[in-house]
């Protein structure tokens, strides 16, 4: 499944952000999607997960800030940032797997439950 970013950019503190991610449905259709986000010198961490009914969490970071939700057509994912922090600043990627992902999504193996992974796209957040 090949999984395609699109949203990201600046904004300053306070600031809303909407990203999207869209890939092809085909016989490999991710059962449980999520975000992660990657700044440099650091592993990459889970942002936000829903699974393939409805449920979602959330990294306590992004808590009440962040919305992940499904779209409508073939295989969409989106992320509403709302009161962006320059903590935000980082590449977010779209990430997808199938099952159930036994793990919390702010686990350090989160990131190995999901064979599938866009290229990112950059959100940068000024004071």
């Known amino acids: 499944v090949e999984v395609v970013e699109s949203g990201g950019g600046s904004g300053e503190d306070g600031a809303s952000l909407k990203l999207s991610c869209a890939a092809a449905?085909?016989?490999?259709?991710?059962?449980?999607m999520a975000w992660f986000r990657q700044t440099p010198g650091k592993e990459r961490e889970g942002v936000a997960h829903?699974?393939?009914?409805?449920?979602?969490t959330y990294a306590g970071s992004v808590k009440g800030r962040f919305t992940i939700a499904k779209g409508s057509a073939g295989i969409s994912l989106f992320l509403e940032m709302n009161s962006l922090k320059p903590e935000d600043t980082g590449v977010y990627f779209c990430?997808?797997?199938?099952?159930?992902?036994?793990?919390?999504?702010?686990?350090?193996?989160?990131?190995?439950?999901?064979?599938?992974w866009g290229r990112g796209t950059q959100v940068t957040v000024s004071s």
């Open positions: 449905k085909d016989t490999h259709t991710p059962d449980y």
């Open positions: 990430a997808g797997g199938h099952g159930v992902l036994n793990v919390p999504i702010t686990s350090q193996y989160a990131a190995a439950r999901f064979p599938y």
């Open positions: 829903i699974a393939a009914d409805g449920t979602t």
